[in-house]
T-cell receptor, first 116, second 114 residues
Framework: DTEVTQTPKHLVMGMTNKKSLKCEQH?????MYWYKQKAKKPPELMFV???????INESVPSRFSPECPNSSLLNLHLHALQPEDSALYLC???????????????FGPGTRLTVT | GDSVTQMEGPVTLSEEACLTI???????????LFWYVQYPGEGLQLLLK?????DKGSNKGFEATYRKETTSFHLEKGSVQVSDSAVYFC?????????????FGAGTRLAVHP
């Protein structure tokens, strides 16, 4: 099973709302990633968790708050977002963050977020 | 730093035509190379990969060969179908800054018409 699942599929939220995105994988992967993808662009890395610890934060604004409750789950908490944060948010996982560069990343279907 | 350059799209083909999407890379060290495909409204799917020079990755009729001498990883398919319409991303993974970083090209949109 090489599936990464994400919920919800679509999300519309106002600028004062608080919402969360969820991601789950059962491949035993120890690295999990959040990416942001704008239309007609490649994904941009936001955060990386390695062995449930935050390892990389690509200077993401604090209105995005990641959480890794266990080795299978990854959340992205959203608060006071701006309209320019509207995008496709992708979760991915890989066997490990360090070591063998041949480890591929498996992506979920994404959450389409619209901020009004 | 490491980078990936893909041919600009969109690429428009008729069904059963041959496809080549060019991809070149710049990297220090020995990267692994990947092609990902993104169908409309979906996430990215790994299409194929190659981890060392002269390796050929293949899947679903697509193939690409890791060419170290020309730093290229061109995607090819002999006969495209309408269902191949998607955006294709070339990517490299290299150990940089203490971790395996995946670097994407800009993506190439493919449209196949009946």
């Amino acid at each position: 099973d090489t599936e990464v699942t994400q919920t919800p599929k679509h999300l519309v939220m106002g600028m004062t709302n608080k919402k969360s995105l969820k991601c789950e994988q059962h491949m035993g992967h120890r690295a999990m990633y959040w990416y942001k993808q704008k239309a007609k662009k490649p994904p941009e890395l936001m955060f990386v968790y390695s062995y449930e610890k935050l390892s990389i934060n690509e200077s993401v604004p604090s209105r995005f708050s990641p959480e890794c409750p266990n080795s299978s789950l990854l959340n992205l908490h959203l608060h006071a977002l701006q309209p320019e944060d509207s995008a496709l948010y992708l979760c991915a996982s890989s066997q490990a963050l360090r070591g063998d560069a041949s480890y591929e990343q498996y992506f979920g279907p994404g959450t389409r977020l619209t901020v009004t | 730093g490491d980078s990936v350059t893909q041919m600009e799209g969109p690429v428009t083909l008729s069904e059963e035509a041959c496809l080549t999407i060019n991809c070149t890379y710049t990297a220090t060290g020995y990267p692994s190379l990947f092609w990902y495909v993104q169908y409309p409204g979906e996430g990215l799917q790994l299409l194929l990969k190659a981890t060392k020079a002269d390796d050929k990755g293949s899947n679903k009729g697509f193939e690409a060969t890791y060419r170290k001498e020309t730093t290229s990883f061109h995607l090819e398919k002999g006969s495209v179908q309408v269902s191949d319409s998607a955006v294709y991303f070339c990517a490299l993974s290299s150990f940089s800054g203490g971790y395996n970083k995946l670097i994407f090209g800009a993506g190439t949109r493919l449209a196949v018409h009946p």
